[in-house]
T-cell receptor, first 114, second 110 residues
Framework: ETGVTQSPTHLIKTRGQQVTLRCSSQSGHNTVSWYQQALGQGPQFIFQYYREEENGRGNFPPRFSGLQFPNYSSELNVNALELDDSALYLC?????????????FGEGSRLTVL | GQQLNQSPQSMFIQEGEDVSMNCTSSSIFNTWLWYKQDPGEGPVLLIALYKAGELTSNGRLTAQFGITRKDSFLNISASIPSDVGIYFCAGLSSQGNLIFGKGTKLSVKP
């Protein structure tokens, strides 16, 4: 059984640039959610995808967007990067997560915006 | 918005000690969960609680879902060095996403 994998693990961007982060869900999991974890904080919900459609969104601006593909993998795109976007971005997959809260997280992509 | 308050923010343990941490909310949750995050890793689920008043164990870990549905606690008995890490409580929102606390950081006493 393959766990959740994310890429890249680390990246550095400058203000105003765009970034794409990728996630492969755990085998058999059809739901992917993305969380932002600032230093010293708990993860904050960005959005969730089920069957290639966004089906839940947290308090993040539209410049945060995503995709889910037929194989359940997912991308998080952030446009017009700001310094405050520096954080660990966590992807989590689940089968019944919206009912049970049981999520399987990847190791995250650490984004630094200069 | 909904917020979870975890306490303590940090604590130091000596091997063999029992540890207790808790989490409170201004809102009701019907599901409470506890996750642990090691450095450089994503959070890992420890215990999930689905019923008010429920007491659930997972090895040396015991968690309770408060009867008011606004709080939960986690106990770790006979701590070992690998218990070090950050423990997060989380409530499952009506939207189906998790709302996390800020975490309790467990470190080893020098």
């Amino acid at each position: 059984e393959t766990g959740v994998t994310q890429s890249p693990t680390h990246l550095i961007k400058t203000r105003g640039q765009q970034v794409t982060l990728r996630c492969s869900s755990q085998s058999g999991h059809n739901t992917v959610s993305w969380y932002q974890q600032a230093l010293g904080q708990g993860p904050q919900f960005i959005f969730q995808y089920y069957r290639e459609e966004e089906n839940g969104r947290g308090n993040f601006p539209p410049r945060f967007s995503g995709l889910q593909f037929p194989n359940y993998s997912s991308e998080l795109n952030v446009n017009a990067l700001e310094l405050d976007d520096s954080a660990l971005y966590l992807c989590a997959s689940s089968l019944f997560g919206t009912y049970t809260g049981e999520l399987f997280f990847g190791e995250g992509s650490r984004l630094t915006v200069l | 918005g909904q917020q979870l308050n975890q306490s303590p923010q940090s604590m130091f343990i000596q091997e063999g000690e029992d540890v207790s941490m808790n989490c409170t909310s201004s809102s009701i949750f019907n599901t409470w969960l506890w996750y642990k995050q090691d450095p450089g890793e994503g959070p890992v689920l420890l215990i999930a609680l689905y019923k008010a008043g429920e007491l659930t164990s997972n090895g040396r870990l015991t968690a309770q879902f408060g009867i008011t549905r606004k709080d939960s606690f986690l106990n770790i008995s006979a701590s070992i060095p690998s218990d070090v890490g950050i423990y997060f409580c989380a409530g499952l929102s009506s939207q189906g996403n998790l709302i996390f606390g800020k975490g309790t950081k467990l470190s080893v006493k020098p």
